[in-house]
């Protein structure tokens, strides 16, 4: 069966500081994974997709297929990504399974 | 995104009363799922319709039920509310003509059951 795990419910920085937050899956399939924010008094809104290749916001995920893992990094951390963070993987059917969470802090 | 909206955006009710929680979209995407989210469990997905006619379980779908109105409507159902069915609610939609999907969100309905 698809998991996603995120190991840290909570996570805090201060500005300036490199960040990682932590993304493991199971999935017998081809992976396609997420990154999900949810800032504060905001709704859920899609971060970045491993496909894409993309930096968004100055955040970057590679996937590591060999340990099945999806970590989200940003060299120098900003207060303004304090959010909740869910990394998801989309499984048949278009379903998505979604982490736990992470809860970023990022303090001045 | 504004094209999504749910009502209520809270609900406070009592155990055992019938409940109903609408989601509209003006997104013109065929595809509607409800999650429940839950301190440290994440978000879990309810249920999820693909178009009108498809109503598919997801993995806490018990004393849930939906029902896809048209399809820009998606409303769930919680025939006798229980104390833990107390969470912050999502719909989501979903484009079929996307690879991969991107799902956007309602900004969530909160329910407390009493």
């Known amino acids: 069966a698809q998991r996603v795990t995120q190991p840290e419910k909570l996570l805090s920085v201060f500005k300036g500081a490199p960040v990682e937050l932590k993304c493991n899956y199971s999935y017998s399939g081809s992976p396609e994974l997420f990154w999900y924010v949810q800032y504060s008094r905001q709704r859920l809104q899609l971060l970045l997709r491993h496909i894409s290749r993309e930096s968004i916001k100055g955040f970057t995920a590679d996937l590591n297929k060999g340990e099945t893992s999806f970590h989200l990094k940003k060299p120098f951390a900003q207060e303004e990504d304090s959010a909740m963070y869910y990394c998801?993987?989309?499984?048949?059917?278009?379903?998505?399974?979604f982490g736990e969470g992470t809860q970023l802090t990022v303090n001045p | 995104d504004a094209d999504v909206t749910q009502t209520p955006r809270n609900r406070i009710t009592k155990t055992g009363k019938r409940i109903m929680l609408e989601c509209s979209q003006t997104k013109g995407h065929d595809r509607m799922y409800w999650y429940r989210q839950d301190p440290g469990l994440g978000l879990r997905l309810i249920y999820y319709?693909?178009?009108?006619?498809?109503?598919n379980k997801g993995e806490i779908s018990d004393g849930y039920s939906v029902s896809r109105q048209a399809q820009a409507k998606f409303s769930l159902s919680l025939e006798s509310a229980i104390p833990n069915q107390t969470a912050l609610y999502f719909c989501?939609?979903?484009?079929?003509?996307?690879?991969?999907?991107?799902?956007?969100f309602g900004p969530g309905t909160r329910l407390t059951v009493l």
């Open positions: 319709s693909f178009d009108v006619k498809d109503i």
């Open positions: 998801a993987l989309i499984t048949s059917g278009s379903r998505l399974t």
């Open positions: 989501a939609t979903s484009d079929l003509k996307v690879r991969p999907d991107t799902q956007y």
